[in-house]
DNA sequence: TCACTTTATTTGGGATCCCAAAGTCAAGTC
DNA sequence: GACTTGACTTTGGGATCCCAAATAAAGTGA
């Protein structure tokens, strides 16, 4: 069953990756039990959960202190995700049950395909080429025949923008249709990879599946860095906004 | 300070990963403040933590079930580390600060090149390599330039083996001179792995380092591959037993 | 003897409390 | 005004308890 302290950690969580907290604020058990009404327990458990994050730091006897991820954190742990992806490409095409696993990662391929193809960057359709996304790499990274690859990645996609299939969007495509078709024809990029990478699976070419998923994370770095330079207070929050993973913005 | 819980849970996965419990058998926290003389609140902490490293899985209502991992859940680990170690010899290899570093990895080569020129294997010999490799690759991890390379294999560090610099001896190296030699043999293949990923990143050669480190962790692989063919009954403790990682049986 | 019901026990989630450690603040001294 | 000291407050570690949920055991009737 879902528990207070697993909700709560995730709660405190994304407090802290929206900036509710100033960055010398300190958390404490007391505090943080009058703000989300519940006991020490849960929010000692939770505590515990985001300090073996590495989210905040424990003082001895003496609070929290908050390490409240940064741009610079998230561009280094999509980094090393892609890497790990990386390794699942290459071990996925050399597994002799990949067949089982291609046609979930052709069908998320062609439903980006579908909707670049029609010129579609709605709420909605936003919506289906995250979900389509995160098929792909959830597939590759649960049909590579290594369980640790997946299991390292779950231990640090607490972090934002490293859940499976996170996709950076630049929420201002909407003004101009010219910025609409310069954010359709970066999907297609990133779709067009995702279509080398799966004909380089199905076809057992592992060096190519694995230099080509490595590209496709360096996709999304450079994407992140080019907001970045765009906008020098770009803040982790500010990110999150602009990211199509399952956030509150999307489920308004 | 350190905290009984953080303790506890080193000894509650010691005693799964060595078989203290049958397969079937559950924890459950009163059980575990009978045995261990604590009160459930360290308890529940410590449960909360293995259970995110996936060596427990809570029941509902129902305590906790043990997935004590196996031999081939550590040979994933290891692969999914070494991937990560040749993401972090490629980025030290592109590190415009690199320079600073080589001679820690120089002095950790040279010791372990003494040790095994002298042909020495006994404890003490075993026990300054297996540190001197510990920071040959712990120098590699933290140098590279991206904090979450090594954060994440901390996050997997938990698993026998996984620690850094873990290396396997075969302990019936002492039975025979031929096995000796064998043994002494095995490390300077390693080493010179080492020299090689060494000289590699001081030449700037990303590609030849992060080759030669995948290398590297594969030839441990296939080590434990060897223990594992010769001995099909070979349990993680055996295989903990066999390794040179911090252990109780190097201390005693 | 078997199926069902009832009762007892086990179990974890969470609330609350005690205690020691660390920091703050006010009072006193030089 | 600076420094010291003691009292007070804050804080987290851990112990203990209550309660609800799940399971096991005992009792009952056909």
Same mark, same amino acid.
Do not use: W
């Given at each position: 069953?879902?528990? #207070? $302290?697993? %909700?709560? &950690?995730?709660?405190?969580? $994304? $407090? #802290?990756?929206? @900036?509710?907290? !100033? %960055? $010398?604020?300190?958390?404490? %058990? !007391?505090?943080?039990? %009058?703000?989300?009404?519940?006991?020490?327990?849960?929010?000692?458990? &939770?505590?515990?959960?985001?300090e073996r994050e590495g989210i905040i730091q424990r003082g001895e006897w003496r609070g929290y202190k908050i390490q409240s991820p940064t741009i610079s954190d998230i561009l280094q742990a999509v980094q090393v995700r892609g890497h790990l992806e990386s390794l699942a490409a290459r071990l996925m095409a050399q597994s002799?049950?990949? &067949?089982e696993h291609l046609p979930d990662m052709a069908e998320a391929i062609r439903v980006i395909d579908d909707l670049t193809s029609q010129g579609r960057l709605d709420e909605d359709a936003i919506h289906q080429m995250q !979900? &389509?996304?995160?098929? +792909?790499h959830t597939t590759m990274l649960e049909a590579c025949g290594n369980e640790y690859v997946n299991f390292t990645c779950q231990q640090i996609s607490h972090l934002p923008m490293l859940a499976a299939g996170s996709m950076v969007f630049d929420r201002r495509v909407h003004d101009s249709p010219d910025q609409i078709e310069r @954010?359709? +024809?970066?999907?297609? #990029? @990133?779709?067009?990879?995702?279509?080398? #990478?799966y004909e380089a699976i199905k076809h057992g070419d592992a060096v190519r599946a694995e230099g080509m998923t490595r590209e496709h994370s360096h996709t999304m770095i450079e994407y992140i860095e080019t907001f970045e330079k765009r906008d020098e207070s770009l803040t982790v929050s500010d990110l999150v906004a602009y990211s199509a993973a399952e956030s509150d913005l999307l489920k308004s």
């Open positions: 069953m879902d528990t #207070i $302290d697993t %909700e709560l &950690a995730a709660r405190i969580r $994304d $407090d #802290i990756i929206h @900036g509710v907290y !100033a %960055e $010398d604020e300190r958390l404490s %058990e !007391a505090k943080l039990c %009058e703000t989300h009404q519940v006991s020490r327990t849960p929010v000692r458990l &939770a505590l515990r959960r985001l002799p049950t990949r &067949a !979900a &389509a996304n995160k098929v +792909f @954010g359709i +024809f970066r999907l297609r #990029i @990133g779709n067009a990879q995702h279509q080398v #990478i």
